[in-house]
C-alpha cells in the first residue's frame, strides 16, 4: 500500500509540475519584443504640418505654367524638352508638389528662365522625395522635417 501512495504522490507532483511548466510558458508568450507602433506620422515643411496617418498614397508631379496659363507636366522632362518650352515662354512658374492622396504639399514653386534652375529643382525635390519614402518606411519615426 504504501509503494501505491508513494506512486499516486509521484504521479500528482509530475501532473503539478506540468501544469506549472504551461503556465510559465504560455504567461511569457506576451513577454515578447514584438512591438506596435501607431503612432501618427506628420510632415511639418514651411510652417505647414500635414498628417499622414491614414495616407495610401504617396505621389509627386511638377507642374509648369506656360504664358498662356496652360499647364505642362514636366515630370521627367529633358534638357530638350524644358529648353524648348523656354523658348516659347520668356519663363515659366515650375511647381513641386508632392500628394499625399487627396492632399497637396507644395514643395517649392519658382520662376525659371534657363535649364540650370529647373535642374537644380529637380534634384533637390528629389531628395525631398527620397527623405519621405525613408520616413514611410521607418515605423519608428514619428515626425519628418523637410528643409
Known amino acids: 500500500?504504501?509503494?501505491?501512495?508513494?506512486?499516486?504522490?509521484?504521479?500528482?507532483?509530475?501532473?503539478?509540475?506540468?501544469?506549472?511548466?504551461?503556465?510559465?510558458v504560455a504567461g511569457l508568450t506576451g513577454c515578447g519584443s514584438t512591438k506596435v507602433y501607431t503612432a501618427q506620422k506628420t510632415i511639418v515643411y514651411n510652417g505647414e504640418i500635414y498628417n499622414l496617418g491614414n495616407t495610401q498614397r504617396v505621389g509627386s508631379r511638377i507642374d509648369g505654367l506656360k504664358a498662356d496659363g496652360q499647364t505642362v507636366n514636366m515630370r521627367g522632362m529633358d534638357?530638350?524638352?524644358?529648353?524648348?518650352?523656354?523658348?516659347?515662354?520668356d519663363s515659366l512658374m515650375v511647381s513641386?508638389?508632392?500628394?499625399?492622396?487627396?492632399?497637396?504639399?507644395?514643395?517649392?514653386?519658382?520662376?525659371?528662365?534657363?535649364?540650370?534652375?529647373?535642374?537644380?529643382?529637380?534634384?533637390?525635390?528629389?531628395?525631398a522625395l527620397n527623405d519621405i519614402g525613408k520616413f514611410m518606411a521607418n515605423k519608428k519615426k514619428t515626425q519628418l522635417k523637410l528643409k
Do not use: H
Not at 103 to 118: A, D, F, G, N, P
Open 79 to 89: 534638357r530638350k524638352g524644358v529648353e524648348a518650352l523656354l523658348d516659347d515662354n
Open 96 to 127: 513641386a508638389i508632392v500628394e499625399f492622396d487627396q492632399t497637396e504639399m507644395i514643395y517649392q514653386r519658382v520662376r525659371i528662365t534657363k535649364y540650370s534652375e529647373y535642374s537644380k529643382l529637380v534634384k533637390r525635390f528629389d531628395r
Open 1 to 24: 500500500m504504501n509503494s501505491r501512495k508513494l506512486q499516486s504522490q509521484s504521479n500528482f507532483a509530475r501532473l503539478v509540475g506540468v501544469c506549472l511548466l504551461v503556465l510559465l
